[in-house]
């Protein structure tokens, strides 16, 4: 019994199947397609791609490990050589690079224009906030102060008492209307300067800086592009998917 245990043991340790050559390549070919498709991180410190070239070498050789040594072609080994001595060339963006310095400083300029004007309004703004408010508390002083006024006065000349009552209300009443012009007056510039802030804040096409706003939104579009084609190239984005998939393409080939 003990050595039919034994043997029995062995036997299904024998039977453990060996991984077959196809879905080895499928294996790797698809995980040599994802690592063609893969992103950086922009953070310095983060994955890069000295970590990526590392990883599809180890991807690699366990791929030549199993697959043994009479099976590799020279396509293949042509391949892989091919991507860490192209992948190992300095990359330069020197000339996107200025490209981008200067499309912000031309952006910086706009931007710079329409501040210029904005901000003034903005100041002016809040000035008139604060001068409405104190004239409307004028106002109310006034118009309470007219409503307090006392109706008569301890005079024994009636004739008196009628010019003085008079004399006050006339001037008490003469205040109001000036102080009501003034709040309109302020009302109305204040309102002005908030329609021009609006169209320049809402681009609207009204205003004088709608063909400013047009020339920075064409130059965000291009900032953006640029910026795309310097990540493109520091990430060697296009050799890096063209390389994976000449050596998956070898892979593909291989009996």
Known sequence: MKNQSFHQRKIRIQETPKLDFDQLKARTINALHKLGQQTFSPEPGGYAL???IRGVNVLLDEFEEKAGAARISPEYL?????LNDRLSEPVSTSSIDEDISRLRSDMSHIEEKIEAER???VSRI???KAMQAEC???LERERKRLADAPVGQNNNSLFAHFFAKNKTTKNQE???PELE??????TSEALEHQKQLKMIDLHLPESRFAEAWKQLELMRTRLDELEKERVERTQLVKERAEATGSIADAITRIP
């Open 50 to 52: 000295e970590n990526w």
């Open 126 to 128: 809040s000035e008139l």
């Open 136 to 138: 409307s508390r004028d």
């Open 78 to 82: 042509a391949s892989r050589h091919n």
């Open 119 to 121: 901000a003034p309004m």
């Open 181 to 186: 012009s003034k709040l309109s007056t302020l």
């Open 174 to 176: 003469n205040k109001i």
